[in-house]
């Protein structure tokens, strides 16, 4: 589904992404883990497509086509979806509406039917449910004065609207409370299936509690420096980073 | 300068004509205020950009064109979609209607309005027995210095006169409404005048709009007085074609206790100016006037404000918001003034602009002048384009760029619109809107 080679990214001229490589097969749940600043919400924004970073090297196949040619609009059409590490505030712009045009935008893509209003209000309850949330956050501003916790519910909701191919959540586990987290996992698992894959950017490994991984990686200083099963998360969980900094840095 | 002259000349035979063309129709009254002020407009000229009020906004366009007056009513060119499409269900009746100037029965309707609320055409009160207008119109606009006052002032015909008696709050929004439909290139000179007696209540819709794409020239004059305690809301909806020329002049004064509150909208024309003037006369009074812009094209859209703070313990808040394509150009100027005694004074000012274009300009000023101690006030104003984090934020659910950039300039202009109260307005106004910037923005 997802094959990253040899990637190379930049922001304002500072290399980030020093040559990653990654492969990601329909069905499976990866973690991703790393110290702070290593290159992962980077990857994850190169992958959405970010203006403000350039690919300076390597090749992104997804479904087996170049990724980073498509406009990051084309990207989300075709099944590619984020989940903000820090979601933006919207004014002006309703929950509803932008959800909806969103919808419609990915079923014209496929060829399938746009909702109107009403439909689509019936959808949207359904899927609010599921993240369990209140029905009051429909008609306000995207993101607009929800708190961290809530933000992170809304990128769910987003996503579990959207139903994407591939799910790439940056530390949406961060901020929440201990049912939050619960409703977030809920929301992923509902999306893990056989034709879709889920990365999951974490530091810890409660959500990984919830979210088995198949695989688990280490990203430090722009590369992944070590994968495994979902052991390794609990190794990294007890013994910290610095014997996987003293490896690499040594190598 | 002979040009000048010239243009000024013709607006002059104009009023001379209408004079003879009204003789023996009005009280006396009404055709002194008429004669003062055709004396007025002989002694002014129009304004250049070396006037520091009209700096930056050049009427030469507007006064090179031949505009003719009309004086008889003409509704072929008022088709019913077109008229739907410019009225609201709600005041349904509780309208009036003026069509190239010319009060027209057949399209009004004030049947819904309870006894007592005077809503009518000018001139049936100049030749009737009731005197009301006579001390309040053109006690508040300025006819002796200012030139297109003085213009409208000398040919008032038909207008738009409000009187909510006292103590009576009525619930149906009020629509003024003034169309140009014509073949040919008009000029009229809408009037209105408002007063909202004692304790009273009532919500007051001014629009303007064209029937058809013929340039047209509305200068307009609208004076409104709050009476203590009294509460009015006031939006001023100017939707006009994009050839269009609008001058427009509003007047407002405000007795003790009293509250107004304007959402002055200007969407159309190629030239327009909306002038609002505010004015103290006592205290504990709240004014809040709000607008919205939206220019695409070469349009030119400039608003000039001044609150005259007074008196102690008011309040006013103003945001004025501008969304610019293309070539187009705004001009904001915001006087807020605090006189000597005026303590505790509370004065918010804000100017929001949004470019989207890399060729449209803005000329703002906010300007606030204090003289008195212990007040709280504040200014300000921005000018800004888009946030790419934002249309990336939409862009990665899958909105194009382009639609991306349409959803955020509404919600720019959406702030605004949702503080209209009145349901079908507020609606109408989103698809307006959403209409022209999305053919601004070319989105299908
Ligand atoms: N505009 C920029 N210019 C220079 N460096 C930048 C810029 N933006 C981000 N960086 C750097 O890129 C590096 C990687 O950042 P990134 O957000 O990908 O880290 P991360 O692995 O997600 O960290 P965290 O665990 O804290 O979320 C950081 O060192 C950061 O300071
Ligand atoms: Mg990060």
Not at chain 1, 221 to 228: A, N, Q, T
Not at chain 2, 301 to 327: E, F, M, W
């Amino acid at each position: 589904m997802l094959e990253i080679r040899n990637l190379h990214a930049t922001i304002d001229g500072k290399e980030i992404l020093k040559g990653l490589d990654l492969t990601i097969r329909a069905g499976e749940v990866h973690a991703i883990m790393g110290p702070n600043g290593s290159g992962k919400s980077t990857l994850a924004k190169v992958l959405a497509g970010h203006p403000s970073y350039e690919v300076t090297g390597g090749e992104v196949l997804y479904q087996g086509e170049n990724l980073l040619e498509l406009a990051p609009d084309e990207r989300a059409r075709s099944g590619v979806f984020l989940a903000f590490q820090y979601p933006i505030e919207i004014p002006g712009v309703s929950n509803a509406n932008f959800l909806r045009m969103a919808y419609n935008e990915k079923a014209k893509h496929e060829g399938q039917e746009e909702l109107d209003p009403l439909e689509f209000d019936d959808l949207l309850k359904e899927k609010m449910k599921i993240v369990e949330m209140d029905q009051s956050f429909i008609n306000r501003a995207v993101n607009e004065g929800f708190s961290g916790g809530e933000k992170k519910r809304n990128e769910i909701l987003q996503m579990a609207v959207l139903n994407p191919h591939l799910a790439v959540l940056d530390e949406t586990d961060s901020g929440l409370d201990i049912d939050a987290l619960r409703v977030v996992a809920n929301g992923v698992n509902k999306l893990a299936s056989k034709e879709n894959a889920i990365i999951l950017v974490t530091h810890y490994q409660r959500l990984l509690d919830y979210i088995q991984p198949d695989f688990v990686h280490v990203l430090y200083k722009g590369r992944i420096v070590k994968s495994g099963g979902k052991e390794l998360a609990l190794e990294l969980e007890t013994r910290g980073y610095d014997w996987i900094r003293t490896a690499v840095n040594a190598a | 300068m002979a040009q000048a002259a010239r243009e000024k000349e013709n607006y002059s035979a104009a009023c001379r004509a209408f004079t003879k063309t009204r003789a023996g129709l009005d009280q006396p009254w009404l055709t002194a205020l008429r004669e003062r002020a055709a004396e007025s407009f002989q002694g002014l000229s129009f304004p250049t950009t070396r006037d520091e009020e009209w700096k930056y906004t050049n009427v030469a366009p507007l006064l090179e064109k031949q505009f003719r007056q009309l004086f008889d009513l003409d509704l072929s060119g008022v088709q019913a979609k077109r008229l739907e499409s410019v009225t609201f269900p709600e005041a349904r009746e509780s309208r009036l209607v003026f069509v190239n100037g010319i009060y027209a029965a057949e399209l009004s309707n004030t049947s819904g309005l309870p006894d007592g609320v005077q809503v009518a055409n000018l001139s049936q009160f100049a030749s009737g027995s009731d005197q009301f207008p006579e001390a309040a119109l053109g006690s508040l606009a300025d006819h002796e210095n200012d030139t297109f006052t003085a213009l409208n002032t000398a040919l008032i015909g038909d207008g738009a006169v409000v009187r909510i008696p006292r103590g009576r709050a009525i619930e149906q929004p009020i629509h003024l409404l003034f169309l140009t439909a014509a073949t040919e290139q008009i000029v009229a000179y809408p009037r209105v005048l408002i007063v909202a007696e004692e304790g009273s209540m009532a919500t007051v819709v001014e629009s303007y709009a064209s029937l058809q794409n013929e340039s047209c020239f509305n200068n307009a004059v609208t004076e409104v007085i709050v009476n203590p305690g009294a509460s009015l809301d006031h939006y001023r909806l100017q939707q006009e074609s994009e050839r269009a020329f609008h001058i427009g002049t509003t007047r407002v004064r405000q007795e003790q206790g009293s509250r107004y509150r304007s959402l002055a909208i200007s969407l159309g024309a190629e030239i327009s100016r909306h002038t609002l003037n505010v004015e103290h006369r006592a205290e504990q009074i709240e004014t809040i006037i709000d607008g919205l812009y939206i220019v695409t094209g070469s349009q030119h859209v400039d608003n000039h404000t001044s609150i005259d703070h007074a008196h102690p313990h008011c309040q006013s808040s103003q945001l004025y918001k501008g969304i610019l394509d293309g070539r187009a150009r705004a001009v904001f100027n915001g006087k807020v003034f605090v006189r000597e005694g005026a303590l505790l004074t509370d004065a918010r000012q804000l100017n929001k602009n949004l470019l989207l274009s890399g060729t449209a300009t803005v000329d703002t000023k906010p300007q606030l002048e204090i003289l008195a101690d212990d007040v709280k006030c504040s200014h300000g104003a921005t000018v800004g384009q888009l946030e790419e984090e934002e249309i990336f934020y939409l862009a990665s659910r899958g909105i194009s760029s382009e639609r991306a950039r349409a959803l955020l300039t509404f919600g720019f202009a959406g702030e605004l619109i949702e503080r209209i109260g009145i349901r079908s307005v507020r609606e109408g106004l989103d698809r307006t809107v959403l209409d022209k910037l999305h053919q601004s923005l070319e989105v299908e």
